[in-house]
DNA sequence: GTATAATTAGGATCAGGTGCTAGGAGCTCA
DNA sequence: TGAGCTCCTAGCACCTGATCCTAATTATAC
């Protein structure tokens, strides 16, 4: 049975090690495990696993998501705007939003969310984050569904007074208030932020 | 030159098809615009742009990246912890990090920063974001590395106020002091956040 | 109408695979 | 000892999405 259990244990070493780095070759990993490159093929029959250039389109196919979901200058999808007034957006969590050891949703991704919207909302070429004040009510499980509403409360000269709520099933989870600072194009000395 | 002309336009629209789906085969493109893989090919030479293949590689190993650098539970390189008292990590900028119309760094990715290390500075098996007041003081660019540093300023019963300065080559860019709740792993009612 | 640029076509070759067939090594069991 | 089994290796034909190279055709400019 020794041979059996060195078939197991490779296969399982192939899963750990295409894991750390989807992008090798059959033939690199027959000699990472010193086996023919027809044992690594069978090996993914076996496990199911596709081939090389598969698992590449597969990340890049993530990595778009990623960037068109985590990345863009919108956290969530945009569901209402009236510039300068109020604005609405949902975020559907996910497993890779969550900590590592529990399915608890990270506090930047909720924060991400109101503060794309709150910087979305200001009727401007360029607005920034200049300051927050944040309350995280209650933890958010991945999978649920945040709904955040932005509402401008005020607004004096450049400088705008955003609360933003953000909601799962109707309660709330968190609640922001962040000043907005509204910046011409053309200012290149940067003070404020978002 | 209308043939000149086409030929321009049709590699500028190229660049903007690959952008916006880089895993498209020669063979695709050449059917979207009417012409040859062959043309298709000469204009990639020209453009110096990559096969599919290796746009797909590139990507993935992107994604590979993303993952572990921001999603990862903790943003930045951990630098210096020392658990319940202070603790440093470095974040250096990305253009992915930065707004779509200019190399300003979005707001959410300097909290994100700051709130895993004020996250991971607490001592306990579960640590979640209550509450955080924010200011960002300065904006800062595309490729800069920010260096974050979180410092326990007391403990009262299971919350912990933190406090969080962002500098970028010394010069602050973020203060924050949060309020983060250590919770026992076996109470799953999550009553804050992180 | 001819020079020049742009496009198309064809063939050889490559990497990194799939799918199939076949053979040998090593172990178990009777 | 040999039959039966799993596991591994090997070889060959084929596929996709490319490469590189040469040659011919078409379009446009002067």
Request: without cysteine; glycine residues 6%.
């Amino acid at each position: 049975m020794a041979r059996r259990l060195s078939k197991e244990l490779r296969q399982k070493e192939l899963l750990r090690e295409l894991e750390m780095d989807p992008l090798q070759t059959d033939e690199a990993l027959a000699q990472r495990f010193g086996v023919s490159v027809q044992t690594i093929r069978l090996d993914r029959l076996e496990l199911g696993l596709p081939e090389m250039r598969e698992r590449a389109r597969d990340l890049a196919e993530q990595a778009q998501q990623i960037r068109s979901m985590l990345i863009s200058d919108l956290i969530g999808e945009l569901e209402h705007l009236e510039l300068g007034k109020s604005a609405r957006s949902a975020l559907t969590t996910e497993p890779s939003m969550g900590f590592a050891r529990n399915t608890i949703v990270r506090g930047h991704y909720i924060f991400a969310q109101a503060n794309s919207l709150a910087v979305a909302v200001v009727d401007a070429e360029t607005a920034l984050t200049a300051s927050a004040r944040l309350r995280f009510v209650r933890s958010v499980r991945v999978g649920e569904r945040i709904v955040a509403e932005a509402n401008v409360v005020s607004q004096k000269g450049n400088k705008h007074l955003v609360r933003v709520v953000s909601r799962v099933r109707g309660e709330t989870v968190f609640t922001g208030t962040f000043i907005i600072v509204a910046r011409a194009e053309s200012d290149p000395t940067g003070r404020e932020r978002a």
